[in-house]
């Protein structure tokens, strides 16, 4: 077995070869909304560039797009896990759904962030 990592956008720059090969994809991409910066730790808002904190209007502009173009990427019955704010996750899955896949939710041990885990049918 072998694991790689790949900083790209979303799967830009991901070697073909990997086309149906991935097993398991993680990822934990922005997914604070634009303009509730305040939500942030003062060090994020100073120290981070805004794009690797805001993912839109409703948060959920990376977790789309890497929900959609995942599934080229990924082998029958593998797994995309998603960071996310737990009060996005139903909002997520939907996306999911309609994408073909099916999801369960992990709720992390802050109460607030939680982890989609969807699934290729």
């Not at 509730?36 to 959920?60: I, K, M, N, Q, Y």
């Not at 099916?102 to 049918?121: F, K, W």
Request: proline share 7%.
């Amino acid at each position: 077995n072998s694991a790689w990592v790949h900083h790209a956008d979303v799967l830009s720059g991901t070697p073909a070869s990997l086309r149906r090969r991935v097993s398991i994809l993680v990822a934990a991409p922005p997914y604070t909304p634009t303009g509730a910066g305040a939500l942030l730790s003062r060090e994020a808002r100073t120290h981070e560039p805004p794009g690797a904190l805001f993912g839109g209007v409703d948060g959920l502009d990376h977790v789309r797009r890497l929900i959609r173009d995942a599934l080229p990427w990924l082998a029958p019955d593998a797994r995309l896990l998603v960071e996310l704010h737990a009060g996005q996750y139903a909002a997520a899955a939907a996306h999911g759904d309609e994408a073909g896949y099916t999801s369960r939710c992990h709720d992390g041990a802050d109460g607030q962030s939680a982890v989609i885990e969807l699934r290729r049918d």
